[in-house]
T-cell receptor, first 115, second 114 residues
Framework: DTGVSQNPRHKITKRGQNVTFRCDPISEHNRLYWYRQTLGQGPEFLTYFQNEAQLEKSRLLSDRFSAERPKGSFSTLEIQRTEQGDSAMYLC?????????????FGEGSRLTVL | AQSVAQPEDQVNVAEGNPLTVKCTYSVSGNPYLFWYVQYPNRGLQFLLKYITGDNLVKGSYGFEAEFNKSQTSFHLKKPSALVSDSALYFCAVRDGAAGNKLTFGGGTRVLVKP
């Protein structure tokens, strides 16, 4: 069990550029979650998948954000036309929906800085 | 809607003294409650959870938490704090078995001084 892996760990981009983050969950986990965390705040839910289906999206997930999990394994989170307010840590987590009592297993996060 | 409140932004404690980090919650169903710890530039690490049963739950690194239904609280405790316990602590709630996501509090920074 190698844990949840996120790439890249850090991304610095200019306003208006597109960025994509990748998350590889723990292999037997069928649920995958994206959270956003700004400095000094708690993680805020963005979206989650069960297998390849995106089952819930937060109001925080504007039209510039899109997440996919095409084969029910890894997931990508793309942000188009980045804004300075998108600067945050993007956290991915996974668990097994049917056998787990709810705790999430988090990756190290991908930190985005928009200049 | 579910929510979590952590009323203290920071808790300072001397090494060897007891540590308490407060958490209250609001949820419509039966709460599943969690504590996580975060070290600088790292992801969140699971500490412990309450699902059902004994109100006092024990977790990693000597931490424990007490579920109090009447006060809707789930305070984190450690009898004797270590300098290495200095970190950011988050309480989270899920709305029972039917819930699909965790809602986190704003976090409490713990500083343990030698």
């Amino acid at each position: 069990d190698t844990g949840v892996s996120q790439n890249p760990r850090h991304k610095i981009t200019k306003r208006g550029q597109n960025v994509t983050f990748r998350c590889d969950p723990i292999s037997e986990h069928n649920r995958l979650y994206w959270y956003r965390q700004t400095l000094g705040q708690g993680p805020e839910f963005l979206t989650y998948f069960q297998n390849e289906a995106q089952l819930e999206k937060s109001r925080l997930l504007s039209d510039r954000f899109s997440a996919e999990r095409p084969k029910g394994s890894f997931s990508t989170l793309e942000i188009q036309r980045t804004e300075q307010g998108d600067s945050a840590m993007y956290l991915c987590a996974s668990n097994h929906g049917e056998t787990n009592t709810g705790e999430l297993f988090f990756g190290e996060g991908s930190r985005l800085t928009v200049l | 809607a579910q929510s979590v409140a952590q009323p203290e932004d920071q808790v300072n404690v001397a090494e060897g003294n007891p540590l308490t980090v407060k958490c209250t919650y609001s949820v419509s169903g039966n709460p599943y409650l969690f504590w996580y710890v975060q070290y600088p530039n790292r992801g969140l690490q699971f500490l412990l959870k309450y699902i059902t049963g004994d109100n006092l739950v024990k977790g990693s690194y000597g931490f424990e938490a007490e579920f109090n239904k009447s006060q809707t609280s789930f305070h984190l405790k450690k009898p004797s704090a270590l300098v290495s316990d200095s970190a950011l602590y988050f309480c989270a709630v899920r709305d029972g078995a039917a819930g699909n996501k965790l809602t986190f509090g704003g976090g409490t920074r713990v500083l343990v001084k030698p």
